[in-house]
């Protein structure tokens, strides 16, 4: 089993649905979790993070997190032609001697098309 | 620009060339990580610094591999030897304290080894 699994896409939706990304960890000690947009070609760019159970909003995007059943998901509402991008989820391990690294999924790919 | 940089953005090199990517940090950020991502993957962790201290090493991070971070503050990362399976991004973060676990990229360092 993979550490950290996200749906394995690609994902369409048309322009204004939500879109709903997945991941699952197996790490039950995990902390802290991000989702990360990243554009072809480009680098990761921080999008979200949440720390503790429930819904997080920012905008157009909502985190959830569910450490019993260790699944993390984001919610894309009003998508746009401009959220086409491979998303990332990507946790920070327990334990003093991760120091922080993060274990990231293989990325949903998302197109939004008009 | 207050961002992660890395340099060069780009490099080719030929198989056995040795090869160095630098990244400078954000300003005052004393923790810095190096990862790896090759097409259709997720980032992959390689070596971790605070301050000057290389704390965790990847088994990923073999001995053709040594990053270093000289008085704290920008970091290289050098590959020794290089073979074809070395083609991938490299990626550096940085994150500014013990109580923030958010990680920012840099735009990465594309190596493609022939």
């Known amino acids: 089993q993979k550490e950290v699994e996200q749906n394995s896409g690609p994902l369409s939706v048309p322009e204004g649905a939500i879109a709903s990304l997945n991941c699952t960890y197996s790490d039950r000690g995990s902390q802290s979790f991000f989702w990360y947009r990243q554009y072809s070609g480009k680098s990761p760019e921080l999008i979200m993070s949440?720390?503790?159970?429930g819904d997080k909003e920012d905008g157009r995007f909502t985190a959830q997190l569910n450490k019993a059943s260790q699944y993390v998901s984001l919610l894309i509402r009003d998508s746009q032609p401009s959220d086409s991008a491979t998303y990332l989820c990507?946790?920070?391990?327990?334990?003093?001697?991760?120091?922080?690294?993060?274990?990231f999924g293989q990325g949903t790919i998302l197109t939004v098309h008009p | 620009d207050t961002g992660v940089s890395q340099d060069p953005r780009h490099k080719i090199t030929k198989r056995g060339q040795n090869v160095t990517f630098r990244c400078d940090p954000i300003?005052?950020?004393?923790?810095l990580y190096w990862y790896r991502q090759t097409l259709g993957q997720g980032p992959e962790f390689l070596t971790y610094f605070q301050n000057e201290a290389q704390l965790e090493k990847s088994r990923l991070l073999s001995d053709r591999f040594s990053a270093e971070r000289p008085k704290g503050s920008f970091s290289t990362l050098e590959i020794q030897r290089t073979e074809q399976g070395d083609s991938a991004m490299y990626l550096c973060?940085?994150?500014?304290?013990?109580?923030?676990?958010?990680?920012?990229f840099g735009p990465g360092t594309r190596l493609t080894v022939l």
């Open positions: 300003s005052e950020h004393n923790r």
């Open positions: 949440i720390y503790s159970n």
């Open positions: 990507a946790v920070k391990g327990a334990g003093g001697t991760s120091y922080g690294k993060l274990t």
């Open positions: 973060a940085s994150n500014p304290r013990f109580d923030a676990d958010e990680q920012f």
